[in-house]
Nanobody
Framework: QVQLVESGGGLVQAGGSLRLSCAASGRSFSLLTMGWFRQAPGKERALVSS????????YYADSVKGRFTISRDNGKDMVYLQMNSLIAADTAGYYC????????????????WGQGTQVTVSP
């Protein structure tokens, strides 16, 4: 089992930045592929970004490419999502997720989920 706890969400003005953090516990973090998903009201949950166990491979949805950066610290069992140049369309609940399988580009099947943190971007 893996437990995931997100933090760092909040209210920010358009153009601003937020950094989401996810603390993992319960299983060897360095073996996990990590991802960030988001879900806006009335929309399906969608993969925003993912990172391989080593950090060498990353994926970004087209909508966030160039604005968001995913990273991980295997020594601290943490994964981060740096979000810059935020726009109203980024408003959503953001969820940290982990999968035991290897990283694959765009793969959205994950095994473990956090409770989520809300990001609200005001126009």
């Amino acid at each position: 089992q893996v437990q995931l706890v997100e933090s760092g969400g909040g209210l920010v003005q358009a153009g601003g930045s937020l950094r989401l953090s996810c603390a993992a516990s319960g299983r060897s973090f360095s073996l996990l592929t990590m991802g960030w998903f988001r879900q806006a009201p009335g929309k399906e949950r969608a993969l925003v970004s993912s990172i391989s166990w080593s950090g060498a491979s990353t994926y970004y949805a087209d909508s966030v490419k160039g604005r968001f950066t995913i990273s991980r610290d295997n020594g601290k069992d943490m994964v981060y999502l740096q979000m810059n140049s935020l726009i109203a369309a980024d408003t959503a609940g953001y969820y940290c997720a982990a999968r035991t399988g290897s990283w694959q580009f765009g793969e959205s099947e994950y095994d473990y989920w956090g409770q989520g943190t809300q990001v609200t971007v005001s126009p």
